[in-house]
């Protein structure tokens, strides 16, 4: 879990929706980066929030998408899914999103809400 997502597709100027965020690729792009670290060491989830928006991507590691396969794309993933949950409300306002989706993002919500996990076990959740 984090604050401030790697990826984004929000209309704003917040770092997600640049190409290298500090929190991917680190200070200056090379210093203490996550996304390599999650990477290398099989992160299945990550779960964001900053953006008021609801986000959820398909499987990504550097901008390529690593679906599991096209009918079952969250099974067996050959990289982590990212999901972006902070659309539970403020006096801000949601987020607007960019007019296009991008080719990572598997589903956008412009409503409040917040989000729930069933952990089944350490293979399965909802």
Sequence with gaps: MGHRPMYCSNADLDDCTWHESKVRKGLRGKFYGLEDLFYKYGVDLQL???EHSYERL???YNYQVFNGSREMPYTNPRGPVHII???A???ERLTPFSLFP???SALR???YGYTRLHILNGTHLH
Excluded: D, N, Y
Aim: with cysteine.
């Design 48 to 50: 964001w929030a900053h």
């Design 58 to 60: 398909w499987p990504i």
């Design 85 to 87: 949950t902070g659309s």
């Design 89 to 91: 409300g403020c006096e």
């Design 102 to 104: 991008r080719p990572w």
């Design 109 to 111: 919500v412009k409503e």
